[in-house]
């Protein structure tokens, strides 16, 4: 995939891991996010209600 990253500064560091490559853009699966988002949600209301219970 062709990076979208337009300006790059030498010098200026965009994160501390000194092993990534901080000019990447990283692409997801959007669905998957959603699917995973919406489990979390699903597992923390379910923990609060056992937690309201005791």
Request: proline share 0%.
């Amino acid at each position: 995939m062709h990076s979208t990253m337009r300006y790059r500064k030498a010098g200026v560091t965009m994160c501390s891991d000194n092993e990534s490559d901080k000019f990447s853009h990283y692409c997801v699966d959007g669905e998957m996010m959603a699917i995973m988002k919406n489990t979390l949600a699903l597992v923390a209301s379910l923990a609060q209600n056992l937690y309201r219970q005791q």
